[in-house]
């Protein structure tokens, strides 16, 4: 059974950066696709960006150009960097895991506990 930790939230002004951090076990993870999430307050969880286990990459359009999901397969972890980081990213972010690509990117694999990302200054 999947387990996935996040790390790596917390406090930064508008346009600052940040690194999520999303270390995973229970799998073989070099065959699985991962993903992050966010969910702000009183809105639905929705995808921000998702990685193959190929490394393909599949972003959201409020993340392109700002964020970079990556993945280390020696470590079982995935990074999501953030840059130029708006209010509107406020929200808590959720690492996912899935065997298939096509589930992480429905929503449908296994979930971290979140990490809460701030922007505000």
């Known amino acids: 059974q999947v387990r996935l930790v996040e790390s790596g939230g917390g406090l930064v002004q508008p346009g600052g950066s940040l690194r999520l951090s999303c270390a995973a076990s229970?799998?073989?993870?070099?065959?699985?696709?991962l993903g992050w999430y966010r969910q702000a307050p009183g809105m639905q969880r929705e995808l921000v960006a998702a990685?193959?286990?190929?490394?393909?990459?599949n972003y959201a359009d409020t993340a392109k150009g700002r964020f970079t999901i990556s993945r280390d397969n020696a470590l079982n972890t995935i990074y999501l960097q953030m840059n130029s980081l708006k209010a509107e990213d406020t929200a808590v972010y959720y690492c996912?895991?899935?065997?298939?690509?096509?589930?992480?990117?429905?929503?449908?694999?296994?979930w971290g506990q979140g990490t809460q990302v701030t922007v505000s200054s």
């Open positions: 990685i193959s286990s190929g490394g393909t990459t």
């Open positions: 996912t895991a899935a065997f298939m690509m096509a589930t992480v990117l429905r929503g449908s694999g296994g």
């Open positions: 229970g799998i073989i993870f070099s065959r699985y696709a």
